[in-house]
């Protein structure tokens, strides 16, 4: 049974930075683009960053280039993403996603393209 854990979420203030986490258990986690997506309230769930096996090849979304970091520990079949610089418009629900589409340098940015996901951990900035 695959599972993929987030942690890390809380409430921050603006400006600030948080380190999300998610454990994955299940699946050969090397072999699985990782992705974090966010979800606030009243929008669809939205893209936020991938990295693909070895962690190669990223891709950003414009909102959080520059200010977030995406990265893996395939030893501890974990996925990281570094939030700095934070602002009300990153609080949102975020998302843990693997896909194994694509070989390994491949960067799904569809959600249609990751077969598993997480529970999801709040993110809340106040300003």
């Known amino acids: 049974q695959v599972q993929l854990v987030e942690s890390g979420g809380g409430l921050v203030q603006a400006g600030g930075s948080l380190r999300l986490s998610c454990a994955a258990s299940g699946l050969y986690f090397s072999s699985y683009a990782m992705a974090w997506f966010r979800q606030a309230p009243g929008k669809e769930r939205e893209f936020v960053a991938v990295?693909?096996?070895?962690?190669?090849?990223?891709i950003y979304a414009d909102s959080v280039k520059d200010r977030f970091t995406i990265s893996r520990d395939n030893a501890k079949n974990t996925v990281y993403l570094q939030m700095d610089s934070l602002n009300a418009e990153d609080t949102a629900v975020y998302y843990c996603?693997?896909?194994?589409?694509?070989?390994?340098?491949?960067?799904?940015?569809?959600?249609?393209?990751?077969?598993?996901w997480g529970q999801g951990t709040q993110v809340t900035v106040s300003s």
């Open positions: 996603a693997a896909s194994n589409s694509g070989g390994r340098y491949s960067v799904p940015r569809a959600k249609s393209l990751f077969a598993y």
């Open positions: 990295m693909s096996w070895t962690g190669d090849s990223t």
